[in-house]
């Protein structure tokens, strides 16, 4: 049978409410949906006996016996995020929940043309779904988190021109090309998965409102602090914004120092990016070297051999290393600007920091906090929360599993052929 809108016997609108609102009682099903009880009932029943669904107890709020509620049962299908970052890769495979069942940590993807995209993308793919025993039959989702211009609606990918190559490591097609490719439609055609495609800081924010700091919250700002580009989540009413063609949260080209700052890859000078990003830290700390000022990183790494990373950077700071911590400091401030600007702009519930932001033992944090309170509208600054991310470097990749399962439970793709092979219980 195959499952699409109103002919579905009910089925679709079950999985699909299940999945959105999480457990419910046979009686709020019956209630909520909108396809006859009749017909609620027969598609439950079927879902049960297959073992798509199960029954759950609760134990009760007060006196009473525990509640019975039906969920997705967790195996009926998993889903697959993979984040392509300039330093690593991670990908995870996920059950329906969104517990995470395994994961893969890889060197950076590199390629030589857009049109190896595709390829590379279903290799890391295959050696995942390889390194594990879950039945490769019920996987029916893949998520993508990319740098670069994505526009979901039309499921492509492109760079629009902007000189993104980073030492060789980042995606070398995206070379001021402007090329632009259908990844999401190609990557279909290929694995005959629900694709979803996204950018870091909006795929690291669905994930936040899924299973981090913000599950509550219907408005945040997701501020990633990466080691080449500062970039921003935007998650306002409910939902992740996007913008007109898929490009938002450019925060990084928010021109912050526009007389002597350094020049930006744009073309302007002073862009939050080269002020704020991991490779704007390792330039300030080499200046700083290079000037003579004394620094405990010269005792584990030759400036000059391009073994400085940010991390580095970071963490000699968090240990009191003078150089380091003015130059985080520094980077931390100027975050801090913009996410005031932010702060006014959108009117956000929390700010969140992630990337480098969120693993500087605080540093980043109390000068973005500060900033806020000194910089943003009071009535604004009165109501945000500024907070770390709880996912860590995994937020993107989880985050992309968890869009493409939403594409499978929107669309229903994939999902009849769960009814096809899975055995009747009964
Ligand atoms: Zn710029």
Avoid at 91 to 119: F, K, M, Q, W, Y
Avoid at 270 to 291: M, N, P, T
Wanted: proline share 4%; hydrophobic share 40%.
């Amino acid at each position: 049978m195959k499952i699409t809108r109103g002919a579905d016997g009910g089925i679709l609108t079950l999985l699909r409410s299940l999945y959105r609102t999480g457990p419910a009682t046979r009686s709020q099903l019956l209630g909520d949906l909108e396809t006859s009880r009749r017909t609620t009932c027969a598609a439950l029943e079927r879902l049960l006996s297959r073992g798509l669904v199960c029954e759950v107890r609760v134990p009760p709020q007060g006196l009473g016996r525990p509640a019975s509620q039906i969920q997705l049962s967790p195996d009926m299908a998993y889903a697959t995020g993979i984040a392509f970052g300039v330093t690593r890769t991670r990908a995870v495979i996920t059950d329906v929940h969104g517990r995470v069942l395994c994961e893969l940590e890889d060197n950076p993807l590199v390629l030589s043309s857009i049109e190896e995209l595709p390829s590379g993308i279903l290799s890391t793919y295959d050696r995942l779904i390889h390194s594990t025993s879950l039945p490769r039959d019920k996987m029916v989702a893949l998520g993508v988190s990319l740098g670069g211009f994505m526009d979901d609606k039309e499921g492509t990918v492109s760079i629009l021109g902007l000189p993104h190559t980073v030492e060789g490591t980042q995606f070398l097609w995206s070379e001021g090309t402007g090329k632009s490719m259908p990844l999401a439609q190609n990557l279909a055609g290929l694995s005959g998965l629900n694709v979803a495609v996204e950018d870091r800081p909006r795929a690291a924010a669905f994930a936040e409102k899924r299973f981090g700091v913000t599950r509550e919250s219907d408005h945040f700002i997701f501020l990633r602090v990466g080691s080449q580009d500062v970039s921003a989540g935007l998650f306002l009413d409910g939902r992740l914004y996007r913008g007109h063609r898929g490009v938002s949260g450019e925060v990084g080209h928010l021109v912050l120092s526009p007389d002597d700052g350094p020049l930006c890859r744009c073309g302007n000078r002073g862009c939050l990016e080269v002020l704020s990003s991991g490779r704007a830290l390792v330039q300030a700390v080499l200046a700083g070297i290079r000037g003579g000022i004394n620094s405990s990183l010269l005792l584990t790494s030759n400036p000059n051999s391009g073994e400085l990373t940010a991390e580095k950077v970071v963490e000699a700071a968090k240990a009191g290393d003078k150089l380091c911590w003015q130059v985080v400091y520094d980077a931390a401030r100027y975050l801090g600007e913009a996410a005031a600007i932010l702060v006014n702009l959108f009117g956000p519930e929390m700010l969140v920091l992630g990337g480098l932001a969120e693993s500087s033992g605080g540093l980043f944090l109390h000068q973005v906090s500060d900033a806020v309170r000194l910089r943003a509208l009071d009535v604004m600054s009165r109501n945000v929360r500024v907070v770390e991310s709880s996912l860590g470097p995994w937020g993107p990749a989880r985050g992309a599993a968890a869009l493409a399962l939403e594409k499978a439970f929107s669309s229903g793709g994939c999902l009849d052929k769960l009814l096809e092979e899975s055995p009747s219980r009964c």
